[in-house]
C-alpha cells in the first residue's frame, strides 16, 4: 500500500530556512511525479511545487519561486521541499502529494488518485 510520511515542519523566525522530508513507499519515485501542497487556516489548498518523475523538471508556485526548491533522492525514496527566507505567509500545513505528472507546480493525473501524506505544520511567527 502506498503511503507518504511527511517530516520536518515547526516553528521558525521570519527569514529563517527549513527543510521538509516526505518519505515514499509502496510507489517507486521514478515513476510518479511528486509535489507540495499548503493550507493555510481559512485558506483553500494551494499547490507549492512540484517535480517530474521522468526528468526531476521542478515547478513553482509564483509565491515561493525563488525561495523554495524541491527535489528527490531516488536510492532513498524520499522528496524534499527546501523552504529558505520564509515570511509568515508561509505558516501553513504541508502535505507532500504523488502522482503521475506535474501540471505546472500542481502533481495530478486523470486517470488515478493522488496519494497524500498526513501533512506536518510550518509556524513563521516573530
Known amino acids: 500500500q502506498a503511503q507518504l510520511v511527511e517530516s520536518g515542519g515547526g516553528l521558525v523566525q521570519p527569514g529563517e530556512s527549513l527543510t521538509l522530508s516526505c518519505a515514499a513507499s509502496?510507489?517507486?519515485?521514478?515513476?510518479?511525479?511528486m509535489g507540495w501542497f499548503r493550507q493555510a487556516p481559512g485558506k483553500e489548498r494551494e499547490a507549492v511545487a512540484c517535480?517530474?518523475?521522468?526528468?526531476?523538471?521542478?515547478f513553482y508556485a509564483r509565491s515561493v519561486k525563488g525561495r523554495f526548491a524541491i527535489s528527490r533522492d531516488k536510492s532513498k525514496n524520499t522528496a524534499f521541499l527546501q523552504m529558505s527566507s520564509l515570511e509568515v505567509e508561509d505558516t501553513a500545513i504541508y502535505f507532500c502529494?504523488?502522482?503521475?505528472?506535474?501540471?505546472?507546480?500542481?502533481?495530478?493525473?486523470?486517470?488515478?488518485?493522488?496519494?497524500w501524506g498526513q501533512g506536518t505544520q510550518v509556524t513563521v511567527s516573530a
Open positions: 502529494a504523488a502522482n503521475r505528472f506535474c501540471r505546472n507546480e500542481e502533481v495530478t493525473s486523470l486517470q488515478t488518485q493522488t496519494i
Open positions: 509502496g510507489i517507486t519515485l521514478p515513476r510518479y511525479a
Open positions: 517535480i517530474s518523475g521522468s526528468d526531476g523538471t521542478q
